[in-house]
């Protein structure tokens, strides 16, 4: 296991682009007046603007500042990602990722991914690279973490009724041929995203979203049930 190297040469600037218009920066411009104090903030970004894809909290603050300050809130989870033939949606599952605090992202199989879905995410984010499965399995046990497959396999469960382990790796298969025979003999379960139309899928990357936010839900905001409510009244 390795973490990814992040190449320097991305651009981490956002622009936003309506229709045929000319593109337009976001962002703030130098910093006004006199300077703040503080080693988390970057002298480059207070004298030239902070044009990067950062919440405002952390407008002007060094990238490794930023990285450092969400590690101390980064969730339990991690996801993993089977990359045998450059999956396009891992940049959207990067991107998510460091959208829900997702504790790492871990690519399973080819070093290179497609990393314009990322939105320069990544370089705030923990991406690991595992060669094989084994690699995957093996990290995962000397971190105490269970390996929960997601895909519409025949004897999946349902995602919204199957409790999701708090130390859990929610692994998703490609575009394609879903999640490897290898990787599901791995998983203590397989979750299914209930689907009501006629498609056989839905994207990779959708259903990273999807189950991540379901980690969310069920381990941030979940409120312990008051034992009026399961009472039965006389
Ligand atoms: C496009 S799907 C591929 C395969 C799918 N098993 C099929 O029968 O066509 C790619 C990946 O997206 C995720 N995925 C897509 N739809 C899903 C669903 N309804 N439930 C759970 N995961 C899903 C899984 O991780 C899957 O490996």
Request: glycine share 8%.
């Amino acid at each position: 296991m390795s973490e990814q190297p992040v190449p320097e040469a991305d651009s981490d600037t956002t622009t936003i682009t309506s229709g045929e218009d000319e593109a337009r920066e976001v962002g703030v411009g130098p910093w006004p007046g006199p300077w703040p104090d503080g080693d988390h903030y970057d002298p480059e970004l207070l004298a030239h603007g902070d044009r990067r894809n950062v919440v405002d909290h952390y407008r002007y603050w060094r990238r490794e500042a930023i990285v450092a300050d969400l590690d101390m809130v980064r969730h339990d989870f991690h996801v993993a990602v089977e990359n045998w033939s450059h999956d396009f949606n891992i940049g959207s599952v990067v991107r998510t990722a460091n959208a829900f605090g997702c504790a790492a992202v871990h690519i399973v199989g080819k070093r290179r991914w497609n990393r314009r879905g990322a939105m320069v995410t990544d370089r705030y984010q923990h991406v690991h690279h595992h060669p094989d499965t084994a690699s995957l399995v093996a990290w995962a046990g000397e971190h105490d973490l269970t390996l929960i497959g997601v895909d519409n396999l025949p004897g999946a469960v349902p995602l919204e009724t199957h409790p999701l382990p708090r130390n859990a790796v929610l692994v998703f298969g490609q575009e394609g041929p879903g999640l490897s025979e290898e990787v599901r003999q791995v998983c203590a379960a397989v979750l299914s995203i209930a689907q009501f139309g006629s498609t056989r899928s839905i994207n990779a990357g959708a259903a990273a979203a999807i189950a991540m936010h379901a980690w969310v839900r069920a381990h941030v905001f979940a409120q312990p049930v008051p034992d009026t409510a399961t009472t039965p009244t006389p």
